[in-house]
């Protein structure tokens, strides 16, 4: 648990220290405070007991105190790199049939109640080019133009999502290809029928979900924050 609470205070303050878009610094910037102050709890409470020690005494000690910050936001920058691998993000679409069929609210909440959390999401009505764009690996195959036409056919649910295991694991919450082969229990296997109209995309590995991410949205697209619920979703016993 320390370990993550440690974790989100050095993203979030990865996230003030690099956010040169004013209007969410002041709260990225809160959240530094409090996941800072809820780490050193823990983590440093020796260190922080300390802290106060040093900072109450005299102000001819205050260059311990100035240490012991720059140590501090120096151990929560080495963390911040070393989890930087950790933060992995996929680009999941509910594709024309999905929005039509009013599933966005139930397919959304999968996610959602899985743990994962949501940094981008926008309704666009894709071009056929962008929908080529989106589908090149499978340019060769026959069923590629109309696959083309019916993405670009109406409006599209654009989404990323980020959460441990998120690639991965978001394939197997939205189940095989062929609806008739999905289980049960999958996105595709309770609401689709047929490969033609399977509802959803997801991206299938780490090199394709950084592609997808990059075609769909801006970087400024993508926010970063910390969730309230992650520190009882993620946790080492
Ligand atoms: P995926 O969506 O599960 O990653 P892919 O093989 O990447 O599956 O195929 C992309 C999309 O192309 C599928 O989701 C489906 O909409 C469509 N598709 C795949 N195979 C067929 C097919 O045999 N006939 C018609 N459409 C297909
Ligand atoms: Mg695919």
């Known amino acids: 648990m320390s370990s993550l609470i440690y974790r989100s205070a050095s993203r979030a303050a990865r996230s003030a220290l690099s956010a040169s878009r004013a209007s969410p610094f002041f709260f990225e910037g809160r959240a530094v405070a409090a996941a800072a102050t809820t780490a050193f709890r823990g983590k440093f ?6 802290y106060e ?3 109450s005494k005299s102000a001819s000690q205050g260059w311990i105190a100035g240490a012991l910050s720059l140590l501090q936001v120096s151990y929560m920058l080495q963390d911040q790199e070393a989890h930087a691998a950790e933060l992995e993000r996929t680009f999941i679409a509910i594709k024309p049939d999905g929005v039509q069929r009013g599933l966005i609210a139930e397919i959304v909440s999968r996610f959602e109640r899985k743990g994962y959390k949501l940094v981008a999401i926008k309704l666009v009505v894709p071009s056929k080019e962008f929908a080529q764009k989106h589908y090149h690996d499978l340019k060769e195959r026959p069923f590629f133009n109309g696959l083309c036409d019916f993405l670009s056919s109406g ?6 999502w980020e959460g441990e295991g998120v690639i991965k694991y978001g394939r197997k919450l939205i189940g095989a290809t062929d609806p008739q ?17 399977n509802i959803i995309h997801g991206s299938d590995g780490p090199e394709t979900a950084k592609d997808e991410i990059s075609l769909w ?5 993508l926010v970063s924050y910390t969730s309230n619920a992650e520190k009882w979703i993620y946790g080492v016993n």
């Open 217 to 221: 949205f801006e970087p400024t697209d």
């Open 181 to 197: 082969k999905s289980e049960p229990g999958t996105i595709r296997g309770d609401l689709a029928v047929v490969v033609g109209r």
């Open 155 to 160: 409006p599209v649910l654009a989404m990323v």
């Open 53 to 55: 020690k040093a900072n």
């Open 45 to 50: 409470s020796s260190l922080s007991s300390f």
